[in-house]
């Protein structure tokens, strides 16, 4: 037997007659009673029985019903849960980012999220490009927002926006003002720096930059985050290279530079893992993030 045969069977036992089951199911009412004599034949057993123009249900048909109706029900809750409708998804939804993109980028982004799916249980995670993708491909997150290069295969890449990194320079009298000084090679190669772990996307670009200009950087200390790194440089302890977005506001004590003919520039993507059936509210969220930044 199968659901088809069901779905006929409870229709006939509510409408009395074929011929309206069979209008309200779309087919001919020789289509609704061969259903209905397989699946007699199938039970072994005599399910109707004509009085007239009507058909009566038999106990056993009564009693087919019951186990009918509830195999019916259980295929809705199964339709239902497999649905995958934006709004109405109310399982976790894990997204992740880096902290500097998250401060500085995202903060009306989601608030937006939350306005146009107010019920969705958002989990968002801070981390570094490399965990963002091992969570992608082991299924942890849904969705992140990453630093390109990303190489492994498994995910879908949608590029967003272009990030300018510049270099900082602590300035020791006053403050500094929103201007992006020139800074040659020479000055960069007797800095101390402040840099991103050796093990991050982040620092790979820089050290590929350096090695573009023919420096080796003297490295003084290694950190994880904008802030921090911000406040040491301010303090004096060193140069930096970070993100333009991360620098702005007003009463800093570094001095934005740039080398002359050189642009040293991140890519940021959306990265989810690569599926025939994506999820359909990490697909709305992913349109909603990349209509916001590409925008901007």
Do not use: W
């Not at 399982?91 to 993109?101: E, K, L």
């Not at 992608?136 to 990194?165: A, C, M, W």
């Amino acid at each position: 037997m199968d659901l088809r045969q069901m779905e006929v069977f409870l229709a006939v036992l509510e409408n009395s007659t074929v011929t309206q089951t069979a209008q309200r199911l779309n087919v001919t009412p020789g289509a609704v009673s061969l259903q209905l004599q397989s699946l007699a034949q199938e039970l072994r057993t005599d399910l109707f029985v004509r009085e007239g123009r009507r058909i009566v249900p038999t106990p056993q048909a009564h009693r087919f019903a019951e186990h009918a109706r509830q195999v019916m029900k259980k295929i809705r809750e199964i339709e239902q849960d497999f649905a995958d409708l934006a709004a109405a998804d109310q399982r976790p939804f894990h997204f992740a980012s880096g902290a500097t993109t998250l401060i500085y980028r995202l903060g009306g982004p989601l608030r937006s999220l939350r306005r146009r799916f107010p019920h969705a249980d958002v989990h968002v995670t801070v981390g570094a490009t490399e965990r963002i993708v091992d969570g992608l491909l082991n299924h942890r997150f849904d969705l992140g927002l990453v630093s390109l290069p990303v190489t492994q295969p498994g995910l879908k890449i949608i590029p967003l926006y272009d990030e300018e990194l510049l270099a900082i320079r602590p300035v020791h009298d006053g403050r500094a003002d929103s201007s992006v000084a020139t800074v040659h090679p020479e000055e960069l190669a007797r800095a101390g720096f402040l840099l991103f772990p050796q093990e991050s996307n982040m620092r790979g670009m820089i050290d590929r930059f350096f090695k573009e200009l023919g420096i080796a950087p003297r490295v003084t200390m290694e950190a994880d985050e904008v802030e921090a790194i911000k406040r040491m440089v301010e303090a004096g302890f060193g140069y930096s290279i970070l993100p333009q977005y991360a620098l702005g506001g007003r009463g800093r004590r570094f001095q934005k530079l740039r080398v002359a003919g050189r642009r040293l520039v991140r890519k940021q993507a959306l990265a989810m893992s690569q599926s025939g059936y994506p999820r359909a509210l990490t697909v709305a969220v992913a349109e909603l993030i990349e209509g916001a930044l590409c925008e901007t």
